[in-house]
Every structure is written in structure tokens, then in C-alpha cells.
């Protein structure tokens, strides 16, 4: 008897004309906005880091983002889906820009990338929700600890502000594309750089930051079909702390500290998908 194959699963994409790039001009602002204005951040050195950090991450891969989103907590109630209904989920904005991007959006909040409600288009609310419920899947869906994974990292020392920074996206984009075991094309790693470095209070004698990030990924999309090999989603949350990042000193090294949590989960079909939301949806 022949083995099974599941079938492809359908998501409407299209290939992104304008994915997001890390750019030394950009980089330099968000640097700017948190207070780093020191040398090491010149358009000619930022670039020469960024190239640092590209030169690093694999340069082959299959799979695409279709989704960068991070969640904006709201009120629930605030929030509903095309048919008037309550939605739960929190609602999610655009950061960044894969090389594929959903033909199916609801554009809901004015950010320079625009945005949209969960439910908006297929699957992202689900994946997003089932990730968030990782730990109570692993207990009580069968063979969920198979088809997702969770690493920890932390790393701490005496770094240039700068370097930190460069640091944080090299572990960021080496995690993601260890991740997806078929890879992550380059360009979808890089879009995953941009809009990470999140401003804090001007007054903050010292930089402490905590962020996260949802990655909703397709493998080998057929634009004919509009169908995937699979699905899957990576949730980074990071803590990136910086002591006294603003003072000026003989030295230019500060103690630093980053933390990072990286959470995936792939699916080759929808049933299993399926299954994993209502089970993430029950009390």
C-alpha cells in the first residue's frame, strides 16, 4: 500500500514587490531614538555591521514569510471579525515585509506598514494563538511537542552599545533559519531585522527593552495553486538590556545583557492545524 501524502494546503499570497531591507540610514534613526549618537554609529560603519550580520545568515532557504506582525493589546470587545463577531486574539500590526504578503488584508491601523484584525486572512490567527499556547499543547495535544520546538538563549558581557545591537540581530536571524527545517530564503531573514530596536523612555538612565515578534512562514508556494507544503510561525520574545547606555565614557563598552525565547510550529496540513487552534481556544 502506497504512504499517504498529505495534501498541499491552500493560503492566498502573492509575492511581495517591496520587501522590507535593513538599511544604514534607518538603522541610524532607530539608534538616534533611543539616544546612540556615538561614532560607531556613522552611516559608513552601520553599514559595514549590517553587511557583517548578512554575510553570516544562510544563504539558501525555501521557505517565506507571509506575515511580521507584533500584537497591540486592546480590549476584546473592541475588536471583532468581517461578520460583527468578538475576536480574542489581540490585535496584530505590521512591522516588516517578507517576500510574500496575504491577498486577502483589512487594513485597521494607520503605521507606516498598515495592519490588520486576526482573521483578517487564512491562518494567522491561528498560528499566532497556537504558539501563545505552546506550554499547554505540549501537555494536552497529541504529538504537539513533535511539530514544535522551543529554545532559550541568553547571552551577557561587557559589549560596544553598538555591537550589542549587531549581536542581537545575528542571533535573531541564525535562530530563525535554524527554525524552519527547510531554511528561510535570505531576503525573508533580513525583512526579520527590520524595526526590532524599540525606543524607551528618554529620561531611562539605563536601556531596557522587552519586545516580540510572530513570523507566519509557507513552504514552496505555488502561485497557480495558491497552495503551501506547509505552514508554520516563529514567536521571538527578547529582553535586550544596555546599563548606563547613554553616558559617555573613556571606554565605550557597557555591561549588556540579552535574553531571547524562540518558539515554532510547523504544520503539513490543515486537520492537525485545526485541531491545535481549538485546543489552544479551550479553557
Request: glycine content about 6%; hydrophobic content about 35%.
Amino acid at each position: 500500500m502506497p504512504i499517504p501524502i498529505n495534501p498541499r494546503i491552500p493560503i492566498k499570497l502573492s509575492d511581495e514587490k517591496d520587501p522590507s531591507k535593513v538599511t544604514a540610514e534607518n538603522l541610524k534613526q532607530e539608534l538616534t531614538n533611543i539616544g546612540l549618537t556615538c561614532p560607531d554609529t556613522d552611516i559608513e560603519k552601520l553599514e559595514s555591521y549590517i553587511q557583517d550580520v548578512l554575510q553570516q545568515l544562510p544563504s539558501t532557504g525555501k521557505a517565506r514569510f507571509f506575515a511580521i506582525t507584533k500584537p497591540v493589546h486592546t480590549n476584546a470587545s473592541e475588536i471583532r471579525d468581517g461578520d460583527g463577531r468578538e475576536i480574542n486574539e489581540p490585535r496584530h500590526i505590521i512591522v516588516s515585509k517578507g517576500t510574500l504578503s496575504p491577498l486577502q488584508t483589512n487594513v485597521v491601523i494607520g503605521d507606516d506598514l498598515g495592519g490588520w484584525e486576526p482573521g483578517a486572512f487564512t491562518y494567522h490567527a491561528e498560528l499566532t494563538t497556537i504558539v501563545c499556547e505552546y506550554e499547554k499543547l505540549c501537555d494536552k495535544a497529541p504529538g504537539f511537542q513533535n511539530r514544535s520546538h522551543r529554545h532559550k538563549q541568553e547571552k551577557s558581557g561587557r559589549y560596544e552599545n553598538v555591537k550589542v545591537i549587531k549581536d542581537m540581530f545575528t542571533s535573531t536571524g541564525l535562530g530563525l533559519s535554524t527554525l524552519v527545517f527547510e531554511g528561510l530564503k535570505k531576503d525573508d531573514v533580513e525583512a526579520a531585522l527590520v524595526n526590532v530596536i524599540s525606543e524607551v523612555p528618554t529620561s531611562a538612565v539605563h536601556y531596557d527593552s522587552t519586545e516580540d515578534r510572530f513570523f507566519c512562514w509557507g513552504l514552496n508556494y505555488d502561485p497557480v495553486e495558491q497552495t503551501v507544503d506547509a505552514l508554520g510561525v516563529i514567536h521571538i520574545d527578547w529582553n535586550l538590556k544596555i546599563d548606563d547606555y547613554k553616558e559617555k565614557k573613556h571606554s565605550t563598552e557597557y555591561n549588556a545583557k540579552l535574553s531571547m525565547t524562540m518558539t515554532s510550529v510547523v504544520y503539513d496540513d490543515v486537520a492537525t492545524l485545526e485541531s491545535d487552534y481549538a485546543g489552544a481556544l479551550a479553557k
